[in-house]
């Protein structure tokens, strides 16, 4: 078994894996703008906005769930069962979605393509609960970085030989499937005795029905994210969703920080809440708060000051000329850096039901927001849209922190 390191290191190498991640995942948006096309684009991001609820209600959150298990009430086993029966259920869902709707023959190849890799991601990060349970994180970054690298490799392989974006995807599709089955496997038996699979199906269907609120939250919190992007591709178009798809993907980018902060420390603040130490539990969460807002503050002048020389670099020119969409993306990022936070906190106080409501007000903020702003304002109201979603679950997850933190020492599950 390998040897539990400090808090600090998994940082440095959470910190470090998800910055080349996001790096090279841009990359591949980056190279898609620059040698094909805004429409191009626009279908990558269709596909991603299609694919990620279904894929994300599937999950159920069990990576987050099993990295805060602190009581050992389910095995690696019991998590990695339901895990591969969500999978393979989203990728029946995204395939019947993707063949009953009205897109184009490309945009539902792209959509079955990602959905693919959404799949094998699935089962890598269920892998990752297991590592960050055991406070290993060196080891998912090393994952990351390979995943990022090998993909990115073969995307730009396969657009070389074949000079057909569709074959690329399918290049780095390839690359995360080999590091889940050349490295992510292996670590995994580290840890674990055989079987990884179990048919105690009284004790997956309870895993089912705790996790079931978790996985209703982040199907939400992505449509919450991806609903203008349905509005963008019904009321402007493909096109000027791509733009939209490759802005924000910074914001995707950018989000891999706080993502590596709070994978981090979850485990941690899962301890801290378990065993009644508050004094800890606060000073831990106000440190993930400090950073992930100093970061979104860092991200916001930037995008301010530098914007279209930002854009005309990375992107085309073209792009340039939507700097002040880049400034309203950049304040997105505050509020869900800072929501992130949060939600991190409520998830470690293994806090799940009371977080449904949260998301189902972002959810119709969200949708009201995008009937109201998206087709008049373009593609700053659809912005406009996500920073007010992002607000409001700011201030409710506040609130809901606020009450956890008065019952610390009354630590039911699911409260």
């Not at 395939?95 to 890598?124: N, T």
């Not at 178009?237 to 994978?263: D, K, N, P, W």
Request: hydrophobic share 55%.
């Amino acid at each position: 078994m390998g040897k539990k390191i400090s808090l600090k290191r998994n940082f440095k190498w959470m910190f470090a894996a998800n910055l080349l991640y996001a790096f090279l995942q841009w990359l591949m948006l980056i190279i898609m703008a620059k040698l094909g096309n805004e429409e191009l684009v626009g279908y990558y991001t269709l596909a991603l906005a299609a694919t990620t609820p279904i894929m994300l209600f599937f999950s159920f959150q069990l990576r987050g769930i099993q990295a805060t298990d602190a009581r050992d009430d389910y095995q690696f086993r019991d998590y990695f069962s339901l895990r591969v029966i969500g999978v393979f259920l989203a990728l029946l869902v995204c395939i019947a979605v993707s063949f009953l709707s009205d897109y184009s023959f490309e945009a539902k190849i792209i959509i079955f393509l990602i959905a693919i890799s959404k799949m094998i991601e699935g089962i890598s990060d269920v892998i990752y609960g297991l590592l960050q349970r055991h406070e290993v994180m060196n080891k998912v970054a090393v994952s990351m970085i390979s995943r990022g690298a090998i993909s990115l490799l073969l995307f730009v392989l396969f657009y070389w030989v074949t000079r057909n974006f569709y074959l690329a995807i399918l290049g780095f599709v390839l690359g995360w499937l080999l590091v889940m089955l050349f490295y992510d496997f292996p670590n995994a038996m580290k840890y674990i005795d055989k079987p990884y699979l179990t048919f105690n199906y009284n004790k997956l269907w309870r895993l089912f029905l705790l996790a079931l609120p978790l996985g209703a939250i982040m199907m939400m919190g992505a449509l919450s994210t991806n609903i203008p992007r349905y509005f963008i591709e019904n009321y402007l178009s493909i096109e000027q969703l791509g733009i939209f798809g490759a802005i924000s993907y910074i914001l995707v980018g950018a989000a891999r920080f706080t993502t590596a902060i709070s994978q981090t420390v979850s485990p941690r603040l899962a301890k801290y809440y378990a065993s009644g130490n508050k004094g800890a539990f606060v000073k831990l969460l106000a440190l993930v708060l400090l950073v992930n807002g100093a970061l979104g503050m860092v991200g916001l002048a930037a995008a301010v000051l530098f914007g279209e020389p930002i854009l005309t670099l990375v992107y085309t020119e073209s792009y340039a000329v939507y700097s002040d969409l880049f400034v309203w993306v950049m304040l997105i990022s505050l509020f869900s850096f800072l929501g992130s936070a949060l939600g991190v906190g409520a998830t470690s106080m293994r806090i799940f039901t009371s977080q449904v409501p949260i998301h189902i007000t972002k959810l119709v903020v969200t949708i009201i927001c995008s009937v109201w702003l998206i087709e008049d304002y373009g593609l700053n109201g659809a912005a406009w849209t996500l920073a007010v979603a992002a607000f409001v679950s700011m201030v409710f997850y506040t609130t809901l922190i606020h009450k956890g933190l008065k019952n610390i020492r009354q630590v039911e599950v699911g409260i």
